[in-house]
């Protein structure tokens, strides 16, 4: 529970700086992305010396490659999205993840879901649907909104999908070695952007900038190292139920420190301040996490 609630909170506070580096500190969310993927790939070669591959059969590997591929790929999307969205709406949809968990237990472990569940789901959905498309600031809603939604309701299919692959073969594969693997390629899907027109540029001016440069190691270097360690350690040490229950308060950390950064005396971020748009989004993440906890534990 202790190492889930310490990986939940280290995770907010990189979803925070990560919009705040975004929308600062770089040209673009790609550029980031692509920076992101350097920090995961170093971050896997950190731990081939802890890493054991003996014993490791081709279908392990593949699927521990599948499951960095799929949390790269809940990357892409997320940061692209939260480019143009509040980190408040962004978090409570991508975290909606152990409801795809549990649907995918479902049909690949022959895992019973209740009706329970099946009512805890429709919440979880309701509540990350009332923040994701909550006006940012009495606006109305747009069709981008809507398309913002969908595509980080996908990235958390991607991000359940990954989580799942890493705790079915738990048994086969020790933690150092999965977190090397999964870092690796999953470092590997967010570097691929490189390859787009003017990303290369803007990763180069990012050197340029030493004050950025130093925030961007400290978030996706120090602060993902440790989010990633707690969620493995919490993975290997007690039941996904009770890790996606207690990892599903992360959008309340998201939500809370993205407003004390937006506090007038310190202006860091934009989250908005209105009362009403304030408390749709309070809901919203309210019921967002209450479902998820529900799906989880029922």
């Not at 595509?151 to 079915?168: D, P, V």
């Not at 009770?242 to 990892?247: F, K, N, Q, R």
């Not at 809901?283 to 529900?294: E, F, I, P, R, Y």
Request: glycine share 8%.
């Amino acid at each position: 529970m202790w190492f889930s609630l310490a990986s939940a909170f280290t995770f907010a506070l990189v979803s925070v700086l990560d919009k705040l580096l975004i929308s600062k500190h770089v040209d673009n969310a790609k550029v980031f992305i692509v920076t992101v993927g350097v920090a995961q790939i170093c971050l896997g070669f950190i731990a081939i010396p802890m890493s054991v591959f003996a014993g490791m059969n081709l279908d392990t590997v593949i699927i521990v490659i599948f499951s960095g591929i799929s949390s790269g790929m809940y990357l892409v999307i997320m940061f692209q999205i939260m480019e143009s969205q509040d980190v408040s709406r962004v978090a409570p949809v991508v975290s909606t993840y152990p409801v795809f968990v549990a649907i995918m237990a479902f049909f690949f472990l022959g895992e019973a879901v209740t009706i329970y569940s099946l009512i805890c789901i429709l919440i979880t959905v309701f509540g990350a649907a009332l923040v994701s498309l909550s006006p940012s600031g009495g606006g109305s809603l747009s069709r981008a909104d809507i398309k913002a939604m969908l595509l980080l309701f996908f990235a958390s299919t991607l991000f359940g999908l990954s989580q799942f692959l890493a705790k079915i073969i738990a048994d086969d594969v020790d933690m150092w070695t999965q977190y090397m693997i999964r870092g690796v390629s999953g470092g590997l899907t967010c570097f691929s952007l490189i390859l787009l027109p003017g990303v290369l540029n803007g990763v180069v001016s990012i050197f340029r900038k030493p004050k950025s440069l130093v925030l961007i190691g400290f978030t996706e270097g120090f602060l993902v190292f440790f989010a990633i360690l707690f969620f493995f350690l919490a993975i290997y040490a007690g039941e996904i139920y009770m890790v996606s229950t207690v990892m599903a308060s992360r959008p309340i950390f998201v939500f809370g420190i993205g407003l004390i950064l937006s506090l007038p005396m310190l202006k860091l971020l934009n989250e908005p301040l209105n009362g009403r748009v304030l408390a749709v989004r309070a809901s919203g993440t309210l019921l967002t996490v209450l479902g998820v906890a529900g799906v989880s534990l029922l």
